[in-house]
């Protein structure tokens, strides 16, 4: 057991990410027993894989054995069949998850203290710097570093041949089709 453990974990809001793909983290503040405070990040996935790894770990409080003797709490369901990374879905499981936090530090000291809670709660670098994202510019980032989501084109079938006038055009035969970035009407 560790004598510098979590005394208190409040989740307080959801944000969404859009690295490595488009999720929504839960933003929760955890207070340590040397009174010290941070803020971590975690997404349900990892709710999920703490929870897997505690009820492998004490199947008897998960209630394997006997569900009347179970003490680790409930965690919201997974969304196997619709899409889960909607924020209706993740502010839906807030209340919950936060439930679920602050039950989980109040377990007995060799589930609270374990490693894998421990680990859980602990800041990583990515909580340290979290990815700032600028939802409010409206100016359009440019150059090989631009993060912006892929250009969703209009598809058209051409149709009849066109031999191009000039070299900014293109030749187009009856039946092809083509993604146009921009129309000049």
């Not at 974990?9 to 955890?30: C, F, G, L, M, Q």
């Amino acid at each position: 057991m560790l004598a510098y453990c979590v005394q208190d974990a409040t989740v307080v809001d959801v944000e969404k990410r859009r690295n490595p793909s488009k999720h929504y983290v839960y933003i929760i503040n955890v207070t340590w027993s040397d009174s010290t405070s941070q803020t971590i990040y975690r997404r349900y996935s990892k709710f999920f894989d703490l929870q897997m790894q505690l009820l492998d770990k004490f199947p008897i409080e998960g209630g394997q054995k006997d569900p009347k003797q179970r003490i680790i709490p409930f965690l919201p369901g997974k969304i196997l069949f619709r899409r889960s990374h909607i924020r209706d879905v993740a502010v839906k499981r807030l209340k919950p998850i936060d439930e679920y936090c602050r039950a989980l530090v109040r377990l007995p000291p060799h589930i609270s203290q374990c490693d894998e809670v421990f680990r859980f709660f602990e800041a990583r670098p990515e909580d340290v710097n979290p990815p700032k994202e600028d939802y409010g510019s409206s100016k359009r980032k440019s150059g090989a570093d631009a993060t912006a989501e892929p250009m969703i084109l209009e598809q058209y079938v051409v149709v009849s041949n066109y031999k191009k006038q000039e070299n900014s055009e293109l030749s187009l035969q009856a039946g092809e089709v083509v993604d146009v970035i921009e129309k000049n009407e």
